[in-house]
């Protein structure tokens, strides 16, 4: 017998994670190119804090609902669905507006163009872990950075699940990995993820310990999502040709661009999303027709924090917020 109705997670206002709520709405019908997912697993992304405190690229319409990244089996299927069809466990990708296409539930209505199969050897919470980190990790390295081996990249809050990805994904293309973090409480985690530097930024001098491990020649591709200050100090630490590509900002101070360093670098400094990806069809191809073999081959794999029940979202996000998180965090939904 088919349910009327689902429990999802929406917000009525911006704010805390206090503003989140469990609210009981009508069963959705997939129409044209559509498909109802039933949700086993949820990943926890930076992305849905901001969003929730309407600090994101998005601003919501309330009531909203939220989230990107869900693991779970299709329940029904649009009459324009070509690829799948119902029983098929799948991800989705971040590909649609967080506000129309929330999966923060326990089902979730999504484009046919915004899922794709679960990689058969990873689990619902690994499939809720994966396309959101990788997926930004490879844009930035492969599809804009040209990493490539015995190049070297800085990656900044590098234990993060995004940073974590682009390690494993730099590792992976034969690239000199040099991670940051802010103290050496996280050094250990991050050489376990195959970096082959670690710099506590609040302890060491970055420039100064760039130039130690790159024999005074720089980095050729940094991968910030901090921004801020911090910015002129990553151009110091560059090679010259080199591209800092900044995807998020951390850092709530203003990010001055470093315009002498640039110039007499010739740097290339690039906003980025993956959006830039998963909303181009054939970037997105490139992108999964990449990274599946690695998944195959255990090259690259989700790293899992911490999983949080459906009924503890509001710890969820408060853990989110701590910073303390090393690699991803999901909410479980499966029995």
């Known amino acids: 017998m088919k349910k009327n109705t689902y429990n999802a ?50 601003q919501p319409v309330f009531p909203s609902t939220l989230g990107y990244e869900a693991a779970g089996t299709i329940e029904d299927i649009g009459e324009r669905v070509s690829h799948y069809k119902i029983g098929d466990m799948v991800n989705t990708i971040p590909a649609f507006s967080m506000g129309q296409y929330g999966v923060y539930g326990e089902y979730a209505l999504v484009p046919e163009a915004a899922i794709i199969a679960q990689p058969p050897q990873f689990n619902h919470i690994q499939g809720a872990a994966i396309w959101m980190s990788y997926i930004t990790a490879y844009g930035a390295l492969v599809t804009y950075g040209k990493l490539t081996h015995g190049q070297s990249i800085i990656i900044t809050a590098a234990s993060s699940s995004v940073g974590v990805a682009a390690i494993q994904l730099a590792k992976a293309l034969g690239a000199t990995v040099i991670a940051t973090s802010r103290d050496t ?70 990010t001055p661009y470093p315009l002498f360093t640039a110039l007499a670098k010739g740097l290339v400094i690039k906003g980025y999303t993956l959006f830039e990806i998963t909303k181009h069809e054939e970037r997105l191809r490139q992108a999964s027709d990449k990274l599946m073999p690695l998944f195959t081959s255990g090259k690259l794999c989700p790293v899992i924090d911490k999983v949080f029940d459906f009924e503890q979202i509001h710890a969820a996000h408060a853990y989110m917020e701590s910073n303390k998180q090393q690699g991803k965090i999901v909410v479980s939904l499966a029995q």
């Open 9 to 58: 997670i929406r917000f009525h206002k911006a704010g805390s994670k206090d503003v989140l709520q469990y609210d009981t709405l009508s069963m959705p019908r997939p129409t044209g190119n559509e498909v109802l997912i039933k949700v086993n697993a949820i990943g926890i992304n930076r992305a849905e804090v901001m969003f929730r405190e309407a600090q994101y690229i998005e």
């Open 185 to 254: 409480s996280k050094h250990a985690f991050l050489l376990a993820q195959g970096a082959d530097h670690v710099i506590a930024t609040n302890e060491q001098n970055l420039v100064d310990e760039v130039n130690k491990v790159t024999h005074n020649k720089g980095a050729n591709l940094i991968f910030d999502p901090v921004g801020g200050p911090l910015l002129a100090q990553l151009a110091d630490a560059c090679a010259p040709k080199a591209v800092i590509i900044e995807y998020g900002a951390l850092d709530s101070h203003a």
